[in-house]
């Protein structure tokens, strides 16, 4: 690790003057031999876009046997994504075609994140669409089309590679959401993803041309920051209207109108895909965006976003309360649980940053947990009305567990994941002087509890005539039917992780201090030169404690 | 001579013309019509700036070339979304899609 951490603070330097300077003012050298393009920054979205190929020449040419292995065979090369990932941690490419696209470790763990609620959403789909009956193989080829766009999106570092890749993400989101077509509800939640997606990428676009004009015609998400200092009023509006871009992706109020529907209409491990992936990558590029275009403006930005924030949590927290079907009461719950994120990144500490990424890789496994178990219900029963829960327990202690522990984890009740995700988060938001922030992510994680508890309560209700109609029809479990086996493997994981990776939450922090540390974008000291572990340790905890003097540097 | 400012107004002046036809309109091609038209202000931003300021790099000519290539795909798309739903429905007002509350 020390020698990777040398290399890495080596390419730092470079990364502040880089080499190709010289011939960026003459176009015609673009492909001269001494322009390196690193192009092994992107091995792991190569092994995806190879899988994604494969997936549909298979479904193409293959016959109704091969179309079997297809999940296995997008799980195979998500995997494959992922080794290579755990091989780029060890040498971060910090900036590759020509400074279009950055692998440092923050992009790494994004991309990771995404990857990882992938594989997840495979499992959980190919019982979802064997049962459905639709149309196998353009799933994992929509799936996989979206992880690309969510990968690209998570180290993006120019205006064009941001757009495009966001709109990768996007047009396969939609499509995705309207996967079941046959559906009336899925074919409007497309509607309505799709208009209100492409309206709030004109408005990111309409931001990002006046970037361009106000940085004298620079796409370069770095170049673009010098100018920012004396843009003045077209800056402000720049800024609002990228994050009113940014916004949608988030799902933070008031930009969240799309969420509900979207979540209640689309098949369920689509949406499984959206809460976590799809907002995964959207925080990476808030961070990315926010922390390199706009450094002069930091004030601002970090205003505009702890009154998002502070609307997010109490409006997903409190209308959760009055819902009565479990995936659109996840679908608030998810806004609520973007606010709580949302306060990692206004702290804009290194504390603030480790304690975002780390809550998002907890939230991973306990909402893909949460959505697994609906899933499951949900194809057995037909229903995923939460008074049809009741008296699950009776029948199904397994799935029982998981959904309690799940929900529970979401809620934030000791020891499980997410109580540790919300420490973090709260902790680093009071450290950095986010007081505000901090209470009323207290009070709506009370109110939080109680809607997540509602939900436990009826499914282990006691007495057996308070059964409902659906658990008293329930029927048994048959893992050996097709799919079913990926899904108990991704209960099982899902369940794992999320009880022990609160007790075990340590390297899992360290590993994303160490992300936020070394990424140069977030100008954070030992980002520059390599420090040895226990100093560096050093630097970090005084980094958090003297925060507010860093969050000025910003 | 004309001026910067001159494309600028018109471009915001075409934008906000695409929100409100995206607010008021209840026939779902028209709210994807008004949706072109605000990519297509951000199209006529990109060629101005690229033309008074970026006139050695072109990069915002360049950048809408990207635009109209992706608004083309998100076009193809929502044309089949709506066709998708007006198989099921029978119609394409904005306002009779209330199965999911807003």
């Known amino acids: 690790m020390p020698e990777a951490g040398r290399e890495t603070g080596n390419r730092g330097m470079l990364a502040v003057d880089p080499p190709h300077l010289s011939w960026s003012s003459s176009p015609m050298d673009v492909f001269a031999p001494t322009g390196n393009l690193y192009a092994g920054a992107i091995w792991p979205e190569v092994v995806v876009t190879l899988t994604l190929l494969l997936v549909l020449v298979v479904d193409l040419v293959g016959g109704s046997a091969a179309r079997k292995s297809l999940p296995a065979l997008s799980i195979f090369g998500l995997i494959g994504a992922l080794v290579t990932l755990v091989l780029q941690w060890q040498q971060p490419q910090l900036e590759s075609f020509l400074g279009s696209f950055a692998a440092d470790p923050i992009s790494i763990l994004f991309r990771g994140l995404v990857v990882g609620t992938a594989v997840l959403t495979v499992m959980m789909a190919e019982r979802y669409i064997a049962q459905s009956g639709a149309p196998t193989g353009e799933f994992y080829v929509l799936l996989l089309t979206a992880t690309l766009g969510g990968m690209f999106l998570s180290g993006a570092t120019d205006l064009i590679l941001v757009f495009v890749s966001l709109e990768t993400l996007g047009i396969a989101s939609y499509l995705m959401a309207g996967y079941t077509k046959r559906d009336p509800r899925s074919s409007e939640a497309a509607l309505k993803y799709l208009l209100i997606g492409a309206s709030s990428t004109a408005i990111f676009l309409y931001g990002m041309s006046l970037l361009y004009g106000l940085s004298g015609g620079q796409t370069k998400l770095e170049a673009i920051a010098s100018s920012m200092g004396d843009a003045g009023l077209a800056g402000i509006i720049a800024l609002v209207l990228c994050i009113g871009g940014i916004g949608f992706k988030l799902a933070a109020v008031p930009f969240h109108q799309w969420t509900p529907d979207v979540y209640e209409g689309s098949p369920t491990p689509v949406v499984a895909f959206l809460s976590v992936g799809s907002k995964a990558a959207g925080f990476a590029l808030a961070v990315r965006f926010l922390a390199t275009v706009f450094p002069a403006m930091t004030e601002e930005w970090r205003a505009v976003l702890s009154v998002l924030a502070i609307l997010t949590m109490i409006l997903g927290n409190v209308v959760a309360i009055a819902q009565t079907r479990l995936k659109r009461l996840l679908a608030y719950s998810s806004i609520g649980q973007a606010g709580f994120v949302l306060i990692g990144l206004v702290a804009g500490t290194e504390a603030g940053y480790a304690s975002l990424i780390f809550y998002l890789m907890v939230y991973l496994v306990m909402n893909l947990g949460a959505f697994l178990c609906v899933t499951l219900f949900s194809l057995k029963t037909g229903t995923d009305e939460i008074s049809e829960y009741s008296g699950l327990y009776q029948k199904d202690p397994f799935l029982t567990l998981c959904l309690s522990i799940c929900l529970l984890s979401l809620g934030g009740l000791p020891p499980l994941a997410g109580f540790f995700g919300k420490l973090y988060l709260f902790w680093a938001g009071w450290q950095a002087g986010a007081y505000t922030l901090v209470l009323v992510g207290l009070v709506t994680s009370v109110i939080s509890i109680y809607y997540y508890v509602r939900v436990v309560k009826t499914i282990v209700v006691k007495e057996p005539q308070e059964m409902s109609v659906s658990v008293q029809n329930y029927p048994e479990t048959n893992w050996q039917a097709e799919g079913m086996q990926a899904l108990r493997v991704g209960l099982v994981l899902t369940l794992v992780a999320t009880i022990f990776a609160g007790i075990l939450s340590n390297p899992l922090f360290t590993l994303s201090t160490q992300a936020v540390e070394q990424s140069p974008f977030l100008g954070f000291p030992t980002a520059q030169a390599f420090i040895p572990q226990s100093a560096r340790l050093q630097v970090a905890v005084k980094g958090s404690l003297g925060s507010s003097a860093q969050t000025g540097e910003g | 001579m004309l001026?910067?400012?001159?494309?600028?107004?018109?471009?915001?002046?075409?934008?906000?013309?695409?929100?409100?036809?995206?607010?008021?309109?209840?026939?779902?091609?028209?709210?994807?019509?008004?949706?072109?038209?605000?990519?297509?202000?951000?199209?006529?931003?990109?060629?101005?700036?690229?033309?008074?300021?970026?006139?050695?790099?072109?990069?915002?000519q360049v950048f809408s070339v990207f635009v109209i290539t992706v608004a083309a795909a998100e076009a193809a798309v929502g044309l089949a979304i709506v066709l998708g739903i007006y198989r099921n429905r029978a119609t394409i007002d904005m306002e009779s899609f209330n199965l999911l509350k807003w």
């Open chain 2, 3 to 60: 001026q910067l400012q001159f494309f600028l107004v018109v471009a915001a002046v075409l934008f906000c013309i695409g929100i409100y036809g995206l607010i008021v309109s209840r026939n779902a091609i028209r709210v994807l019509m008004s949706i072109e038209l605000m990519l297509n202000a951000v199209n006529l931003n990109f060629m101005a700036f690229s033309n008074f300021v970026d006139s050695a790099m072109i990069r915002g």
